[in-house]
């Protein structure tokens, strides 16, 4: 059934995003006059490489110029490319990548290799499912660009008050998601574009009924800071990390 949603709703998607993904491309590309579709490898399920589609929101070949992690100023990230980040435009492309059957359009965020190989044995759970467009980490943490502004350095500080949250609540659709919480989260992530305080209300419903427990509620209210904490599975909070170590970037 979801996988049918999955097809039905990217085809859609697509139709009637494609004005709108043609004006992007075309402004992009007039930029640099270089591919307005930015191509990268991410793990899927169980553990498989697949190239995932995104609009370019950075200078070409950004990932050779700085880190993994990157704040909302990074100087990598082009004037239109902070448009269409903050609207999320740049993840439309990945309903492509839905009806290729590489992602869903609910399931956790696809992660790149080395990362992946940073997982500890609990967040490897993450790959026994398609990856997706979003999940109710990516609607907790969708100003994560925000957060990690500012730092000198991003990928640490993603690994200490990010990761450990965002895993766990990836891990909580994972093993107890359903068809309602599916239906759910897209609804949510839709909305949410309107309204970040609905979404995150509508979040913490969805969570405590999957049966979050009281710290995890709290962290995913987002109205106080967020704190340092070990990945799923791990005894220590991350205290350093490797340059080419840290989340999706692109």
Known sequence: MIRCIDVLASILGLIACAPLLCICCLLIWLRDF?????VASRIGLGGRNFQMFKLRSMVVEAERIGGSSSGANDPRITPLGKVIRQSKLDELMQLWNVLRGDMSLVGPRPQVGWAVRDYTATERRLL???????DPSSIVFADQDDILTG???????Y??????WKSRLALLYVERGD???????????VLGILSRRWALNR??????????????????????????AAPPGANAIVSHTDSRLGHQLL
């Open 34 to 38: 270089r591919s307005p579709i930015y």
């Open 128 to 134: 026994s499912v398609r990856p997706g467009i979003t």
């Open 151 to 157: 730092t000198d350095d991003p990928d640490l500080l």
């Open 159 to 164: 690994n200490q008050i990010i990761r450990p």
């Open 179 to 189: 068809f309602r919480s599916y239906c759910e989260l897209i609804f949510t992530t």
């Open 203 to 228: 979040i913490n419903h969805i969570i405590a009924r999957l049966g979050a427990d009281e710290e995890l509620l709290r962290v995913a209210r987002r109205d106080r800071p967020l704190y340092a």
